[in-house]
């Protein structure tokens, strides 16, 4: 007589027709903290391939509670009303959770609640970037302490299997230096602005109707979401603690369409690219909109499209692209993960994996020093001396130039008129200083600077 449990699928023995009964027929008890775009994804993943999963488990996964705010906003199919509730005790304190996702958002109430679980030695599987670049290293700690795991496979470019290539399949290698679009959001408004034309509030409203952005798009557009998830990145790459108040962060707000234009006039694609790079004596972290040239792998990656460009000592390149953000993308990984914790806790050794996380402080070099190519667009007045004055002023800040445009006379009198200049190899204090200059700069006692200057980094990923 079969001792299964009586919700278990078919077949979920070991290979090899073992008897011993794995999890003593349990089981894996699930809660899900919030059932918005991911935890729908998750439920419905969940439901859709229940028989495969309790086969590589080996024993069924069963959702117990689902936490919302309201219940009357759950819309999804597979999401069972009675899981639903409101009371976090209620979840937090069932002794058949074994492990939470959790897919809610924010950093207090989640972070607080994923500390409860770990202290219950609970694992979690979170896709909250902005949790782990906040309070990553405590909750690393604690699932170490109490033999707990802690999946974050989501966290970082949705459906791309990026943490575990670099926690697992890299871990023999030396990050030298790593590229992403990491954010769906920015990728997608950009894709939209530079192909369709299309406007910037019209794109990002169109982003969030499907379900890309965060609940304040503020973190995507203001380049903070990508900016969280090279702070996990390195955590694993570069082994390095690092905060977000300490790296330089620019979104896509501030973009013109004239800067796509020029760029693409150039041979270039304007991407929002998050930088890594392994100096040995320090780290260099940026994120920040970024000329790529049109011929870059990074440049065809578009919409909602991902990607991450490793350069490992022993590899060299690798790129892995794919779905960034969306419901059933992000939820292939929180359930990669929910298979991985699962497992561990059905053979009864839950932590393992997480222990192989290793962080510690690192030095970050100074923004200043890092040294790229620039693409710099001065609104001028259309007179003469002006871009003697402008070549003059980077000069003096020791800065030289690789190419320089103007553009056709103002069609009305004393219109602005676009002078772009690209430079060659340069420190970002030096263009800072040159910008500085320039902007304070007069002929005949007229400032010839008619708005500010916009400064793009260029990258050859
Ligand atoms: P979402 O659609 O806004 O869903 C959030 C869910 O959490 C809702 O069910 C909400 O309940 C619940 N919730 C929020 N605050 C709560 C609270 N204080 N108490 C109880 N329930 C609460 O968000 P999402 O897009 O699924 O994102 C969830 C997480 O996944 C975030 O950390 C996000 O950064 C991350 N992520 C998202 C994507 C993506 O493509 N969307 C991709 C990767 C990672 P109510 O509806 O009742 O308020
Ligand atoms: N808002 C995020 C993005 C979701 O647009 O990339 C995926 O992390």
Redesign the pocket.
Known sequence: MSERHPSAPSDTSPPGGERRRLHGGKPVGIAL???????GGVLTLLARERERLAARVGAPLEVRRV????PK?VRVEACDVRWVT?DVDAVMSDPEVELVVE????EG?AGDLVERALRAGKSVVT????LLAARGKQLFALAAEHRADLGFE??VG?GIPIIRALRDQLAGDRVERLFGILN?TSNFVLTQMTELGQGFAEALADAQAR??A??DPTLDVGGFDAAHKLLVLATLAFGAEVTEGEIAIEGIRELEAADIEHARRLGYVVKHLVVGRDHGDAIELRVHPTLIPRSSVLANVSGVLNAVKIEGAALGPCVLSGRG??DLP?AVSVVADVIDVSRAIVAGAPGLVTRSVAIARRPLRAAGLTEVRWYLRFPVADRPGVIAKLAAALGDAGVSIEQIEQGPPPAEGDAPVDVVIVTRTAREDAIRRALAAIELGAIEGQPFVRRAPRALRIEEP
């Open positions: 903290l919030g059932c918005g775009t991911v935890g936490l919302v705010r309201d906003k409101t897919v809610m958002g924010g109430l896709a909250n970037k902005a989501a966290a949705g769906g379900g890309y965060e609940a953000a969306g992000t």
